[in-house]
């Protein structure tokens, strides 16, 4: 294994970079931050790539199974002999691919911002926030015990809110980034409750020692957990399904997905990079990193995970199909792919083969990252170009922006999964999966990768085609610095080549190799779909025509309904405007400022009146002092005399 | 030549100490509060020196008192006047109820 040092430095070279340039960022560096932030990252990367390659070509297998190494560790709170909360880096298969894709990702990030973000007045508070982002998520990747992936999970929030307000003149983006900061936290709640139920039981917070305690049947911990019950349901159920929770809650799964659309108020690459590519994965992540227990000891909590995967993916799909912000549909379509990689984890098994749902959402979440940050990154562009984020002011820009049109389009055919493009390997590993085990979530994903196709081709036209390239009076710059270029070509090579990466031989449940492949009759039907609803979306939106408009008025209620996202938020509103204020926060506000405030008030008023009775005994003359002396002696005098026996 | 008696010599320090409370109490000029202070003393040592005289003539113990007594006061008549001083010059008055200031 490569020294842990070279480990340890992935996660805090950014810090540094974060520390750096938050603390002396706006005095020295306001030209050069964005330098600074990109060398740091781009050593993390490099040190990234090694530590994978160490550990999956030299030291990661023993006898053909991959292990968990935990690198460093040391105790860090010790409360009692026996309860200690550790700090330690864990090296697996799924870490190593996240530390290469959230490095990799953030480095493009870093890379495209030096153009997009260029001129700003907080330009180096910017990469500060960058900086701090890329350290948690990768601190939460390293995580090798439940406590500390929590306290990277809340550092992630924390940037994610600070990065999504970055434009905090705005006030649309400080109510998102509030939302999105009170919604995530909401779901963290339910994840520190999961965290107390499942080291109460298991007696540690370590990853390896729970899993291993939670999964070998017939040990007393699994026992215990189990026989505990709560309205019904077992302690090991209500643990695994709070922490999910918290996953959903940060991945953005119904019913906790309100937040992530409007978290695109903030600056477009902050969107490729937290809301799409790396920390809106942490939830899979998190069930991934618990998959041992979710499918060894509690199938139920996974099915619950398999059902809210599933009607995310295919609700966020229908919904994007109406909006006309770019980054809105890119954001519900983001929504849908995670929604993927849950339902993926949810049909998957444990063992050998049966693993396979666990790869596909894996193999998705590696191949997603990439062409959903080369969208978001493709966007930036787009909305640096011609200042608005809607559909209509947009159209003919493939001539204008030529490498954005065509790393676009490579994008949009991978995420519809048309081969050989990236996105088709991953998706037919989670349909194959669903296939094998549970048809209803089959036919559910079968509809929402067609979704998915016609969707995204909406976008691209309406980007890209639609109108006359001379509609555009505002292209007076080009198509952006080539820092912005250079990313797109790096993801967009990497969109078309990252599905022929063999994580099937890597990243499995188990540890060991799946060797299945997937007959070529099995693709027929969902490429056809695919192509059916690229189709569509070209014979709808290639030329700028009437036919979306009725279309759209004919199914009336049920477009309108979508286009406003189902009314969710309102519903939302209502429930917490409505219900709990009036229900809950009034009275409380009525019992704090009446009865406990009341109370102090009238402590406060008493200790006034008495005070203000007897505050005339200090005259300030020396003469009175003298008679009340005197009068205090006379007084003892006559109680010595008379009274004392 | 007659023996005073004891009691004739205790209405008298009685007297004395009393009018020494009275000037305490009435005087605004600290001087005259002063010397209220000192008749108030004296008054104490006439009472020492009658009962050592009166009741225990072989012993010296309250003649010894009343010395110690006549010290301390001269100590304190100096304190007091060293007071007195850095009133007036504050206030330029030795008057105490021009010192009130110091109240609630």
Redesign the interface.
């Known amino acids: 294994m490569s020294h842990p040092i070279y480990i340890a430095l992935i996660p805090l070279i950014p810090l540094a970079c974060f520390l750096i340039l938050g603390l002396f960022g706006r005095k020295y560096f306001s030209n050069s931050a964005g330098i600074i932030g990109t060398l740091g990252l781009l050593t993390s990367t490099l040190l990234s790539l090694s530590t994978a390659y160490e550990y999956l070509f030299v030291s990661g297998k023993v006898n053909g199974v991959f292990q968990k190494i935990e690198v460093v560790k040391f105790t860090w709170l010790q409360f009692s002999p026996g309860v200690s909360i550790d700090l330690g880096l864990l090296i697996d298969p799924i870490t190593v691919m996240m530390l290469v894709v959230v490095s990799f990702v953030s480095l493009m990030v870093h890379l495209f911002s030096l153009g997009y973000m260029k001129g700003e007045t907080r330009f180096a508070t910017y990469y500060a926030f960058l900086g701090l982002f890329t350290f948690s998520m990768l601190g939460l990747v390293l995580s090798s015990n439940i406590f500390q992936i929590y306290l990277f999970w809340e550092l992630v929030g924390v940037s994610s809110f600070l990065l999504i307000g970055f434009y905090f003149e705005k006030p649309s983006a400080v109510a998102a980034s509030k939302k999105a900061f009170i919604v995530t936290r909401f779901a963290d709640l339910g994840f520190l409750i999961g965290i107390l139920v499942l080291s109460f039981y298991s007696h540690t917070l370590d990853f390896g020692v729970l899993i291993e305690r939670l999964t070998t049947s017939g040990s007393p911990y699994l026992t215990a957990i189990n026989a505990a019950s709560f309205l019904g349901v077992s302690a090991l159920t209500w643990g695994l399904l709070l922490v999910f929770m918290g996953g959903a809650g940060k991945s953005a799964m119904f019913p906790l997905h309100i937040w992530l659309p409007d978290a695109m108020e903030g600056p477009t690459p902050v969107s490729a990079l937290i809301h799409a590519a790396t920390m809106v994965v942490a939830g899979v992540f998190l069930v991934a990193r618990l998959f041992p227990v979710f499918a060894l000891s509690d199938p139920a909590a996974l099915n619950v995970v398999m059902y809210t995967g599933a009607f995310s993916a295919f609700f966020a799909a229908v919904i994007a199909c109406t909006q006309t912000d770019i980054k809105r549909v890119l954001a519900y379509s983001t929504m849908s792919q995670i929604g993927y990689m849950m339902f993926a984890l949810g049909v998957s098994k444990y063992n050998g083969e049966d693993g396979l749902g666990y790869m596909g959402s894996m193999f998705h979440l590696f191949t997603h990252a990439f062409f959903k940050s080369l969208l978001f990154l493709g966007a930036g562009a787009v909305i640096h170009m011609v200042h608005s984020n809607e559909m209509k002011d947009m159209g003919g820009l493939r001539k204008l922006m030529p490498i954005t049109h065509i790393s676009f389009l490579i994008a949009c055919l991978a995420i519809a999964g048309i081969p050989p493009f990236s996105g088709f390997f991953s998706k037919e590993e989670i349909l194959m999966a669903s296939f094998e085990s549970n048809k209803l979530i089959y036919a559910v994903a079968l509809l929402t990768s067609g979704l998915t196709a016609f969707y995204m081709f909406r976008l691209y036209y309406s980007i890209f085609w639609s109108k006359p390239a001379d509609a555009h009076h505002h292209g007076h710059h080009g198509e952006g610095t080539l820092s912005m270029k250079i990313p797109l070509i790096l993801l967009a090579i990497l969109a078309v080549v990252a599905g022929f990466v063999p994580i099937a031989s890597w990243i499995t449940a188990d540890g060991t190799a799946i060797h299945s492949s997937i007959p070529i009759t099995f693709s027929i039907l969902p490429v056809t779909l695919a192509v059916a609803g690229i189709l569509l979306a070209t014979r709808l939106f290639k030329t700028s025509n009437e036919l979306p408009e009725r279309i759209a008025i004919q199914m009336g209620g049920l477009y309108k309904a979508a286009s406003r996202k189902f009314y969710i938020d309102e519903v939302y509103l209502f429930v917490t405007k409505k219900v709990l204020f009036n229900l809950i926060g009034r009275p409380a506000a009525w019992f704090d400022t009446n009865i406990v405030d009341g109370f102090m008030n009238l402590l406060a008023k008493l200790t006034a009146s008495l005070s203000e009775l007897i505050?005339?005994y200090?005259?300030?003359?020396?003469?009175d002092y003298?008679?009340y002396f005197?009068g205090g002696i006379a007084g003892l005098i006559i109680a010595f005399i008379y009274l004392w026996k | 030549m007659s023996e005073i008696p004891l009691t004739n010599i205790l209405f008298l320090s009685t007297g004395l100490f009393f009018i020494g409370?009275y000037g305490?109490?009435t005087r605004r000029n600290m001087i005259t509060m002063l010397m209220s202070v000192e008749l108030m003393l004296n008054s104490v040592n006439i009472n020492f020196v009658a009962f050592n005289k009166y009741l225990y003539p072989e012993k010296l113990d309250g003649i010894f008192f009343s010395i110690f007594i006549i010290t301390i006061a001269a100590a304190e008549a100096a304190v007091a006047i060293a007071i007195i001083i850095n009133l007036y010059r504050s206030h330029h008055s030795i008057d105490?109820?021009d010192?009130?200031?110091?109240?609630?």
């Open positions: 505050k005339g200090q005259s300030g003359k020396v003469q003298a008679l005197f | 409370v305490l109490f105490v109820e010192a009130s200031e110091m109240k609630y």
